[in-house]
């Protein structure tokens, strides 16, 4: 079956540091979402990529798709407390939504 | 605008007791619509999709079961709870036809003791 996998599964940083956390899937994706989930909240949508090699950017989030559409990335620069949460990659199989394992970001002030 | 409305917000139930969760859509409609259950600090596993009233996708088999029996309702439900139904139930809709992003309700944190 579909499988999508994020690394790393934790990561903690100094406020201000960089972050970037990775997907993979096991298949072609048709596109790729990403969701952040604040602690104790519901995943809210960031961003869709569906383009092969597409870029995009919100402020100091940055989302890329790779060539191959099995790959993607989020990087944020210059983290901020705000930041902190479970950040999901989903691709999309079909019109179902496969979540990856997530990453769970802290920020320390 | 369109609003996901779930309930109850908590609950803790016995093992062997039955379930039903609820989830509402306002302001859109013929929406896809979605069953997810997330084990403390896990991911997100798809337990229903439906695409239109009636109309129900299972990806897990176990003991819970879905039903949609109006456009904008769709219901979580379970005869007799194990204690590993504990979790985090979210429900979330889709724009139909589209492959768009997903919106979720504010979930459901099930214990089961």
């Known amino acids: 079956g579909q499988q999508v996998m994020q690394i790393p599964q934790y990561q903690h940083v100094q406020e201000g540091e960089d972050f970037t956390t990775y997907c993979n899937s096991s298949?072609?994706?048709?596109?790729i979402q990403w969701y952040k989930q604040r602690p104790g909240g519901h995943p809210v949508f960031l961003i869709q990529?569906?383009?092969?090699?597409e870029v995009k950017k919100q402020k100091r989030l940055t989302f890329q798709f790779g060539e191959a559409k099995k790959n993607s990335s989020l990087h944020i620069t210059a983290t901020q407390t705000t930041d902190v949460g479970t950040y999901f990659c989903?691709?999309?199989?079909?019109?179902?939504?496969?979540f990856g394992t997530g990453t769970r970001l802290q920020v320390f002030p | 605008s369109q609003t996901i409305h779930q309930w109850p917000a908590t609950l803790v139930q016995p093992v062997g007791s039955p379930l039903s969760l609820e989830c509402t859509v306002e302001?859109?409609?013929?929406?896809?619509l979605y069953w997810y259950r997330q084990a403390a600090g896990r991911g997100l596993q798809l337990l229903f999709y439906?695409?239109?009233?009636?109309?129900i996708s299972s990806e897990v088999p176990q003991n819970l079961s879905a039903s949609r029996p109006q456009d904008r309702q769709f219901i979580l439900s379970s005869k007799k709870l194990l204690l590993s139904d504990s979790g985090f139930y979210l429900c979330?809709?889709?724009?139909?036809?589209?492959?768009?992003?997903?919106?979720f309700g504010p979930g459901t944190r099930l214990t089961v003791t």
């Open positions: 979330a809709w889709s724009v139909t036809g589209t492959s768009g992003e997903q919106y």
């Open positions: 990529l569906v383009k092969s090699g």
């Open positions: 302001g859109t409609s013929n929406p896809n």
């Open positions: 298949t072609t994706l048709s596109n």
């Open positions: 989903a691709g999309l199989f079909s019109y179902k939504l496969i």
């Open positions: 439906s695409v239109g009233i009636g109309q």
